[in-house]
């Protein structure tokens, strides 16, 4: 047996059970609150920011699966091609993915490259091109004393010189 009820004005539809995200929907699209109101004009400068937020990529819309792409490449995806995204649920039978890998990752240089990798030193270069030494950690023995140490380490040093001054004149 329907009820009926006398006050209500519209459809029955309209007061049947909805999700609190489509009444919220519906407040904030339809009503002249200040508060609605003040939502639409914010949406409309954020939609205005993502003009220029999302310059570089591309949408792509699947009716058939209703899913939108957004990649950093114009035109639609090829069959079996994969892309590192986002994936996004935004309504009730509705996914947005969006692509989130940016360009190959560059490597790294290193900040101070070594010029001479020797037994006791090492040479490095700094970015100004200038040169310096560090001394690499021996392994002492009862054969191999810190004495022995400095001792091949100046005559490494004074070889090394040689060839530095060479490339500096």
Do not use: M
């Given at each position: 047996m329907k009820k009926t009820f006398s006050s209500r004005a519209g459809s029955e539809a309209q007061?049947?059970?909805r999700l609190a995200g489509a009444?919220?929907?519906?407040?904030?699209?339809?009503?002249?609150?200040?508060?609605?109101?003040?939502?639409?004009?914010?949406t409309t400068d954020a939609d205005e920011e993502d003009d220029r937020l999302f310059?570089?990529?591309?949408?792509?819309?699947?009716?058939?699966?209703?899913?939108k792409v957004i990649t950093r490449k114009p035109g639609r995806m090829h069959v079996?091609?994969?892309?590192?995204?986002?994936l996004t649920r935004d309504g009730e039978?509705?996914?947005?993915?969006?692509?989130?890998?940016?360009?190959?990752?560059q490597t790294a240089e290193?900040?101070?490259p070594i010029v001479y990798l020797g037994t006791c030193i090492n040479l490095h270069r700094k970015a100004d091109g200038t040169i310096y030494?560090?001394?690499?950690?021996?392994a002492f023995t009862?054969?191999?004393?810190?004495?022995?140490?400095?001792?091949?380490?100046a005559e490494e040093l004074l070889a090394v010189a040689g060839l530095v001054e060479e490339e500096w004149k």
């Open positions: 007061y049947g059970p009444v919220l929907h519906d407040y904030l699209e339809n009503s002249d609150d200040a508060l609605a109101v003040a939502y639409r004009e914010h310059r570089g990529y591309y949408p792509d819309t699947h009716l058939c699966v209703d899913l079996g091609e994969y892309i590192n995204c986002l039978d509705h996914f947005e993915a969006v692509e989130t890998a940016s360009e190959k990752k290193q900040r101070n030494p560090t001394f690499n950690r021996p009862a054969d191999f004393t810190f004495a022995d140490f400095c001792r091949e380490a």
